[in-house]
């Protein structure tokens, strides 16, 4: 069992910057693909970015490329989402997720989910 919690929401101003973190416990993290989700109000949960559990590959969504930054650092058991350049659209519940030894390119497949923190971006 793996128990894993975000942090680092909260509220910014539409270009500013944010980064959250998600820290693991219950299994060895060196071991688990890592990816962030986000679901705004009245929309399906999507795919935003994905780390492979050996931190070698990196993965996101068409929309925030060259914007947001995952990294993995298995020391502190931590993947932290650095998110730049926000934008009003960007704001929704921001969700941690993990699979161990799944495929980083795959956005399916997760077995392990975080509780969630909310990203709220004004104008």
Do not use: H
Not at 2 to 11: A, K, M, P, R
Not at 20 to 42: D, E, K
Request: proline share 2%; net charge positive; charged share 15%.
């Amino acid at each position: 069992q793996v128990q894993l919690v975000e942090s680092g929401g909260g509220l910014v101003q539409a270009g500013g910057s944010l980064r959250l973190s998600c820290t693991a416990s219950g299994r060895t993290f060196g071991t688990l693909t890592m990816g962030w989700f986000r679901q705004a109000p009245g929309k399906e949960r999507e795919f935003v970015a994905a780390v492979k559990w050996d931190g070698s590959r990196t993965y996101y969504v068409d929309s925030v490329k060259g914007l947001f930054t995952i990294s993995k650092n298995n020391a502190k058991n931590t993947v932290y989402l650095q998110m730049d350049s926000l934008k009003p659209e960007d704001t929704a519940v921001y969700y941690c997720a993990a699979k161990p030894y799944g495929s980083a390119s795959a956005t399916g497949g997760y077995v392990y989910w975080g509780q969630g923190t909310q990203v709220t971006v004004s104008s």
